[in-house]
Each structure stands twice: as structure tokens, then as C-alpha cells.
């Protein structure tokens, strides 16, 4: 009988949140850099060396919560190398991935929180969905004392997002339909934070 050997390693992620939050992040970075040839040359860098990283530590992340909501807050940090390139401030561009960060780490708690729910972790499910609103809730009232009326909007779209996810406290089987939510809510996202 033939010995099974490991799965050959995958390159990339398997994740379609990770495509959802790297391609939400470049397309408003590369929007904002308007015709930069250097914003478009350091995009797909950014694309190419997240991929491969995240195809290296796909299982980490799959396994351990942490390294989930990590992944997630590196990738809203994505987009800052290429706005840079494209000559835009600092601090507009470390905002923007701020502003993405809000976004992306409450969108990973709440899945954990459905994982919790499976666990039947209720306590830990609860508060993971209340640590992901007042995230959002913290950054968007940042936001706002700031006078960032898109960065505000956004990051009030995601804490209406996770509360009514939380209301709803889907299952682990309902992951699809959670995800094309977290979907939608980069794609409005992104075209507010390009603005």
C-alpha cells in the first residue's frame, strides 16, 4: 500500500475573504493615486508578496484566531505603500488603512463569533460581536472628530454591518452568505474610502 504523504503546500490562499480584502484595499489606493506609474508598479508588489505570505501562513490562519484578526489588519495596511508611492501623506495613507483595519478585524470577529456559537461558547460569541461593534463604533466616532466624513461613513457602515450580523448570529453553515455581506461592505467601502 502506497504511504500518503502531506498535502503539496498551496502557494496562495485559498480564502476568498483574502482576495475580497487585498483587491478592496489596491483598488482604492491605486483610485486615490490617480495616473502615479509608481502606485501602479508597487500595487501589484504589494499583491504579489501579501499572496505569497498569506499562502505560507494559510493554515495558521485558518487554525488560530489571532493570526486571523492579525491577517486581517495587515491586509488593511496593504494599500499605504501604494498610496505613499503616489506621493499622498503618510497620514492620509496610515488613516485609510485605519479606516480598513475597522473594517476588517470586526468582520473576522464576528466569524469567530459564529465558530464560538459552534463551540457552544456562547459568552465568548457574545463578546466577540460586542468587541467588533465598539471597534467600529470607536473608529467611526474618531473618524468623525476628525472631520473624515468617507472614513466615518465607512466604518459606521461596518458597525451597522456587525450589529445586525450579530442580531442574526449566524451558524457556521451560513458562512457564504456572511461572507458575501463582508463582500458588499468592501465594495462600498472602498468606493467611499477612495473618495
Not at 22 to 51: H, Q, R
Not at 150 to 177: D, Y
Request: glycine letters at 6%.
Amino acid at each position: 500500500m502506497a504511504k500518503q504523504g502531506r498535502a503539496p503546500r498551496r502557494w496562495l490562499p485559498r480564502e476568498h475573504g483574502f482576495w475580497v480584502m487585498s483587491c478592496a484595499v489596491l483598488v482604492t489606493a491605486l483610485t486615490k493615486s490617480g495616473n502615479s506609474i509608481a502606485a501602479w508598479l508597487m500595487a501589484p508588489a504589494v499583491l504579489i508578496a501579501s499572496s505569497v505570505l498569506g499562502g505560507l501562513f494559510s493554515r495558521s490562519v485558518r487554525r488560530a484566531q489571532s493570526a486571523q484578526i492579525a491577517a486581517s489588519a495587515a491586509l488593511a495596511f496593504g494599500g499605504v505603500p501604494v498610496e505613499l508611492a503616489a506621493g499622498a501623506r503618510a497620514a492620509d495613507a496610515l488613516l485609510t488603512g485605519v479606516a480598513w483595519a475597522a473594517i476588517f478585524v470586526p468582520s473576522a470577529l464576528i466569524v469567530r463569533a459564529a465558530f464560538a456559537r459552534a463551540a457552544q461558547q456562547h459568552e465568548r460569541a457574545y463578546q466577540l460581536e460586542v468587541c467588533s461593534i465598539a471597534l467600529c463604533l470607536a473608529a467611526a466616532a474618531a473618524f468623525m472628530a476628525l472631520e473624515r466624513v468617507p472614513l466615518t461613513i465607512a466604518t459606521g457602515m461596518a458597525a451597522v454591518t456587525c450589529a445586525l450580523l450579530s442580531c442574526i448570529e449566524p451558524s457556521v453553515k451560513q458562512m457564504k452568505p456572511v461572507g458575501l455581506t463582508f463582500a458588499g461592505l468592501s465594495a462600498l467601502s472602498a468606493l467611499l474610502l477612495a473618495l
